[in-house]
């Protein structure tokens, strides 16, 4: 594993936001989810899609927080331009599970 500095670290701009909107993505080549997240009035609303039909529908995640890193270029996914990256972890099958406060938290707050 490399290491890197603190300051390294820093740049990497991981925030808190709560999901929207949802909505299916079936022109992604694995199934996805299109998400819309508020980070607060600093950074607004941003969208990305997310591999995690595993565990979430579109309904369920209306209104759940989230954490996403704000700070790397757009990416377009398909018909649909990226412009978070929602942070999770694999589960033991591979099912992507979410990152998230387990507190409620204001939208746009920054990981400490």
Same mark, same amino acid.
């Given at each position: 594993?490399?290491?890197? +500095?603190?300051?390294?670290? =820093?740049?990497?701009?991981?925030?808190?936001?709560?999901?929207?909107?949802?909505?299916?993505f079936? /022109?992604?080549?694995?199934?996805?989810?299109?998400?819309?997240?508020?980070?607060?009035?600093?950074?607004? /609303?941003?969208k990305? +899609?997310?591999?995690?039909?595993?565990?979430?529908?579109? /309904?369920?995640?209306?209104?759940?927080?989230?954490?996403?890193?704000?700070n790397?270029?757009?990416?377009?996914? $398909?018909?649909?331009? +990226?412009?978070? =990256?929602?942070?999770?972890?694999?589960?033991?099958?591979?099912?992507?599970? =979410?990152?998230?406060?387990?507190?409620?938290?204001?939208? $746009? /707050?920054?990981?400490?």
């Amino acid at each position: 594993m490399a290491e890197i +500095s603190f300051d390294d670290f =820093l740049k990497v701009d991981i925030r808190a936001g709560r999901v929207v909107r949802a909505e299916p993505f079936p /022109e992604a080549r694995k199934p996805a989810i299109k998400l819309w997240i508020d980070f607060g009035p600093e950074i607004g /609303e941003k969208k990305t +899609s997310a591999q995690i039909t595993a565990h979430y529908t579109p /309904e369920t995640l209306v209104g759940r927080m989230v954490m996403g890193v704000v700070n790397f270029p757009p990416r377009q996914i $398909g018909p649909f331009m +990226s412009e978070v =990256l929602t942070l999770g972890v694999a589960d033991a099958t591979g099912g992507i599970v =979410l990152l998230a406060p387990d507190q409620d938290v204001a939208p $746009g /707050e920054r990981m400490q």
